[in-house]
C-alpha cells in the first residue's frame, strides 16, 4: 500500500495536466497517483491511459461520465488506497522537493494516525512572475502534533483550503464525505465537513501546492463566480446545515467553523452585490435568512463578527463601504 493517494480530477486538460503529473513522478516510490478524466472531450483520457501504462505501479487512470469536480473528489475517495489523500486540480502541480519532505514527515508519523497534514500553499501567476505563499506561522503550531485547543487566531487569508490540507483517508470515510455533482466551489466543503472528525494535525511550513492564476475560465475569476452564483450560494447553504456547530465540545474549532462559515458566506454577499442586479440583491437577503431560520445562534455568532456586520450593512453607503472592504483584500491578498 502506497502511503500518499493523490487525485487529479481532470476535464479537458490536455493542454496542462502533464505539468500536474510530472510534479509527482519524484515520488513515485511512495505515492499512488489517481487520474480521474471526468468525461473530457480532448486527448485526456488519452495522456491519462499513457501515464497509467508507463508506471502501472503508481498511476492509474479512472474514466468517468462528467460529474464536475465534486464527483471527481469523490470517485478519487472511493478508489484510492493510500493511508493519505491529497487532491491536486490538473492546472496545478506540487513542488517535489516539497513533497518529498513531506513524504517523510508522513512515514515519521504513520503509527500516530495523524488525521490531518497541513501545508502552505502558493497563489502563482507565472504570466506576471508573481507568487504569493499562504503560511500559517501565526495560528497553528510547527512541526508537533497538536490538537483544536492548540489553535491561535486565523487572518481572513487563512481559511484552510483544500490546497493545504491532507486528510488520513479514513476520516474522509468515517465523516461519510459525498460532494455534490456539477457543482464549482465544493473544495470548501471538502475542508469543512471532515473538519469535527479531525483529533490530530500537524503543520509544516513547506510550500507544498502551487495554486495556478490566470486563466481567463478559471472558477475563482470574479466574473466567472458572479454568472455562477447559484452555485456559490449552493454550497453556502450546505455548510450552514453541514455541521452541527454548537455541539462540538472543542471552543476552538467551533470559532473556526463559525470564523469559515463567515468567510464563505462574505464571499456570497460580495460577489452578489458586485453584480448589481435587482435579483442577485434579493438573493443576499435570502441567504441571510436562511442562516437565520436554520440556526438563529450562529446567525447572531456570525453577525457580531467584524465582517458579519459589514456584510449586513445595506444601502449604498453600506454596499459601497462593503466594496471598499473588498477592494483593500484584492490588494492585501491578490486575488482575482
Known amino acids: 500500500m502506497k502511503l500518499l493517494t493523490v487525485a487529479i480530477p481532470s476535464y479537458n486538460s490536455q493542454d496542462y495536466m502533464d505539468h ?49 469536480h465534486g464527483a471527481a ?39 500516530q494516525d495523524l488525521d490531518m497534514m497541513i501545508v502552505n500553499y502558493v497563489y502563482d501567476k507565472p504570466s506576471q512572475n508573481k507568487k504569493r505563499a499562504i503560511r500559517y506561522l501565526n495560528c497553528l503550531p510547527v512541526n508537533r502534533v497538536f490538537h483544536w485547543y492548540d489553535l491561535g487566531h486565523f487572518l481572513p487569508s487563512q481559511n ?31 475542508v469543512y465537513e471532515p473538519l469535527p ?29 458572479i454568472g455562477r452564483i447559484d452555485q456559490q450560494i449552493a454550497v453556502n447553504k450546505r455548510m450552514i446545515d453541514a455541521v452541527d456547530i454548537l455541539s ?8 473556526y467553523l463559525i470564523h469559515y462559515l463567515t468567510m464563505i458566506t462574505t464571499v456570497t454577499t460580495v460577489l452578489l452585490v458586485k453584480s448589481g442586479t435587482e435579483e442577485n440583491l434579493k438573493k443576499r437577503v435570502e441567504l441571510w435568512d436562511y442562516l437565520l431560520q436554520r440556526n438563529p445562534e450562529i446567525y447572531r455568532k456570525v453577525r457580531h ?32
Open 248 to 255: 462540538i465540545k472543542s471552543r476552538k474549532l467551533r470559532n
Open 160 to 190: 484552510l483550503l483544500m490546497h493545504s490540507v491532507i486528510y488520513r483517508l479514513e476520516v474522509l470515510k468515517q465523516c461519510g464525505l459525498e460532494l455534490p455533482h456539477h457543482t464549482f466551489y465544493v473544495d470548501n466543503l471538502f
Open 305 to 336: 463578527t467584524f465582517l458579519g456586520n459589514a456584510m449586513r450593512l445595506h444601502g449604498r453607503r453600506g454596499n459601497k463601504f462593503m466594496m471598499f472592504c473588498y477592494r483593500i483584500a484584492q490588494r492585501l491578498f491578490d486575488f482575482n
Open 73 to 111: 473528489v469523490n470517485t478519487g475517495i472511493k478508489n484510492a488506497t493510500g493511508k493519505y489523500y491529497k487532491v491536486l486540480d490538473s492546472d496545478d502541480w506540487f513542488d517535489p522537493k516539497a513533497l518529498k519532505k513531506v513524504i517523510n514527515k508522513l512515514k515519521e508519523l504513520s503509527k
Open 197 to 225: 472528525y479531525v483529533k490530530t494535525m500537524y503543520y509544516m511550513n513547506v510550500n507544498l501546492y502551487h495554486y495556478f492564476i490566470g486563466r481567463s475560465d478559471q472558477s475563482v475569476n470574479e466574473s466567472v463566480m
Open 20 to 68: 500536474a503529473i510530472e510534479s509527482l513522478l519524484g515520488s513515485k516510490e511512495d505515492i499512488e497517483i489517481l487520474i480521474i478524466d471526468d468525461g473530457s472531450k480532448d486527448n485526456t483520457g488519452k495522456i491519462g491511459d499513457d501515464y497509467a501504462a508507463k508506471y502501472p505501479d503508481t498511476i492509474r487512470c479512472i474514466h468517468q461520465e462528467n460529474g464536475g
